[in-house]
T-cell receptor
Framework: NAGVTQTPKFQVLKTGQSMTLQCAQD?????MSWYRQDPGMGLRLIHY???????DQGEVPNGYNVSRSTTEDFPLRLLSAAPSQTSVYFC??????????????FGEGSRLTVL | LAKTTQPISMDSYEGQEVNITCSHN???????ITWYQQFPSQGPRFIIQ???TKVTNEVASLFIPADRKSSTLSLPRVSLSDTAVYYC???????????FGKGTMLLVSP
């Protein structure tokens, strides 16, 4: 199993450009989520999904869009990149978040720089 | 919001036992407590999960008192490679998601 795969690992954008960070998991996990991590900070939740066709906002959703058309994939779209979105992005998945199923598996991260 | 509170940082020396305590006053009845470890430039990694009393695995122990309003991660005989940020996670009450706090930065010195 590959686990959680994120692409790209590195990306440089100009202000106003759009892009999509890809996340795929092969563990048949229902729950998937996106976090961003800035220097010296913990991880902040952007969006999450509890199953195909269901998404919800996290702590810092503004400027980001998600969709969940399949169980495996959970792409994160930056609609119009801003320097404040310079960060490291992590995708994570699990069977669930309650009842002892909540071990999150993380991707390797995507480092995004917006100039 | 099932907020968790942990110390911002801790210092230790190689070979010592380290205990990191997390408070989670608003934990729901059915929820588990999970701890993660994060090294620089990597995603967090699962360490241990528990519901009550004591859980032990090959890397750590987790102690949870009867009221479940706190938990303590115990790392026996730490080494330099245990220098990392440790996060305590509890699901947000009423939400189907997991949010991270700032974690505890553990620095192990020779």
């Amino acid at each position: 199993n590959a686990g959680v795969t994120q692409t790209p690992k590195f990306q440089v954008l100009k202000t106003g450009q759009s892009m999509t960070l890809q996340c795929a998991q092969d563990m048949n996990h229902e729950y998937m989520s996106w976090y961003r991590q800035d220097p010296g900070m913990g991880l902040r939740l952007i969006h999450y999904s509890v199953g195909a066709g269901i998404t919800d906002q996290g702590e810092v959703p503004n400027g980001y869009n998600v969709s969940r058309s399949t169980t495996e994939d959970f792409p994160l779209r930056l609609l119009s990149a801003a320097p404040s979105q310079t960060s490291v992005y992590f995708c994570a998945s699990s069977y669930g978040v309650r009842g002892g199923t909540g071990e999150l598996f993380f991707g390797e991260g995507s480092r995004l720089t917006v100039l | 919001l099932a907020k968790t509170t942990q110390p911002i940082s801790m210092d230790s020396y190689e070979g010592q036992e380290v205990n990191i305590t997390c408070s989670h006053n608003n934990i729901a009845t059915n929820d588990y407590i999970t701890w993660y470890q994060q090294f620089p430039s990597q995603g967090p990694r699962f360490i241990i999960q528990g519901y009550k009393t004591k859980v032990t695995n090959e890397v750590a122990s987790l102690f949870i008192p009867a009221d479940r309003k706190s938990s303590t991660l115990s790392l026996p005989r730490v080494s330099l490679s245990d220098t990392a940020v440790y996060y305590c996670l509890v699901p947000r009450r009423g939400y189907s998601t997991l949010t991270f706090g700032k974690g505890t930065m553990l620095l192990v010195s020779p």
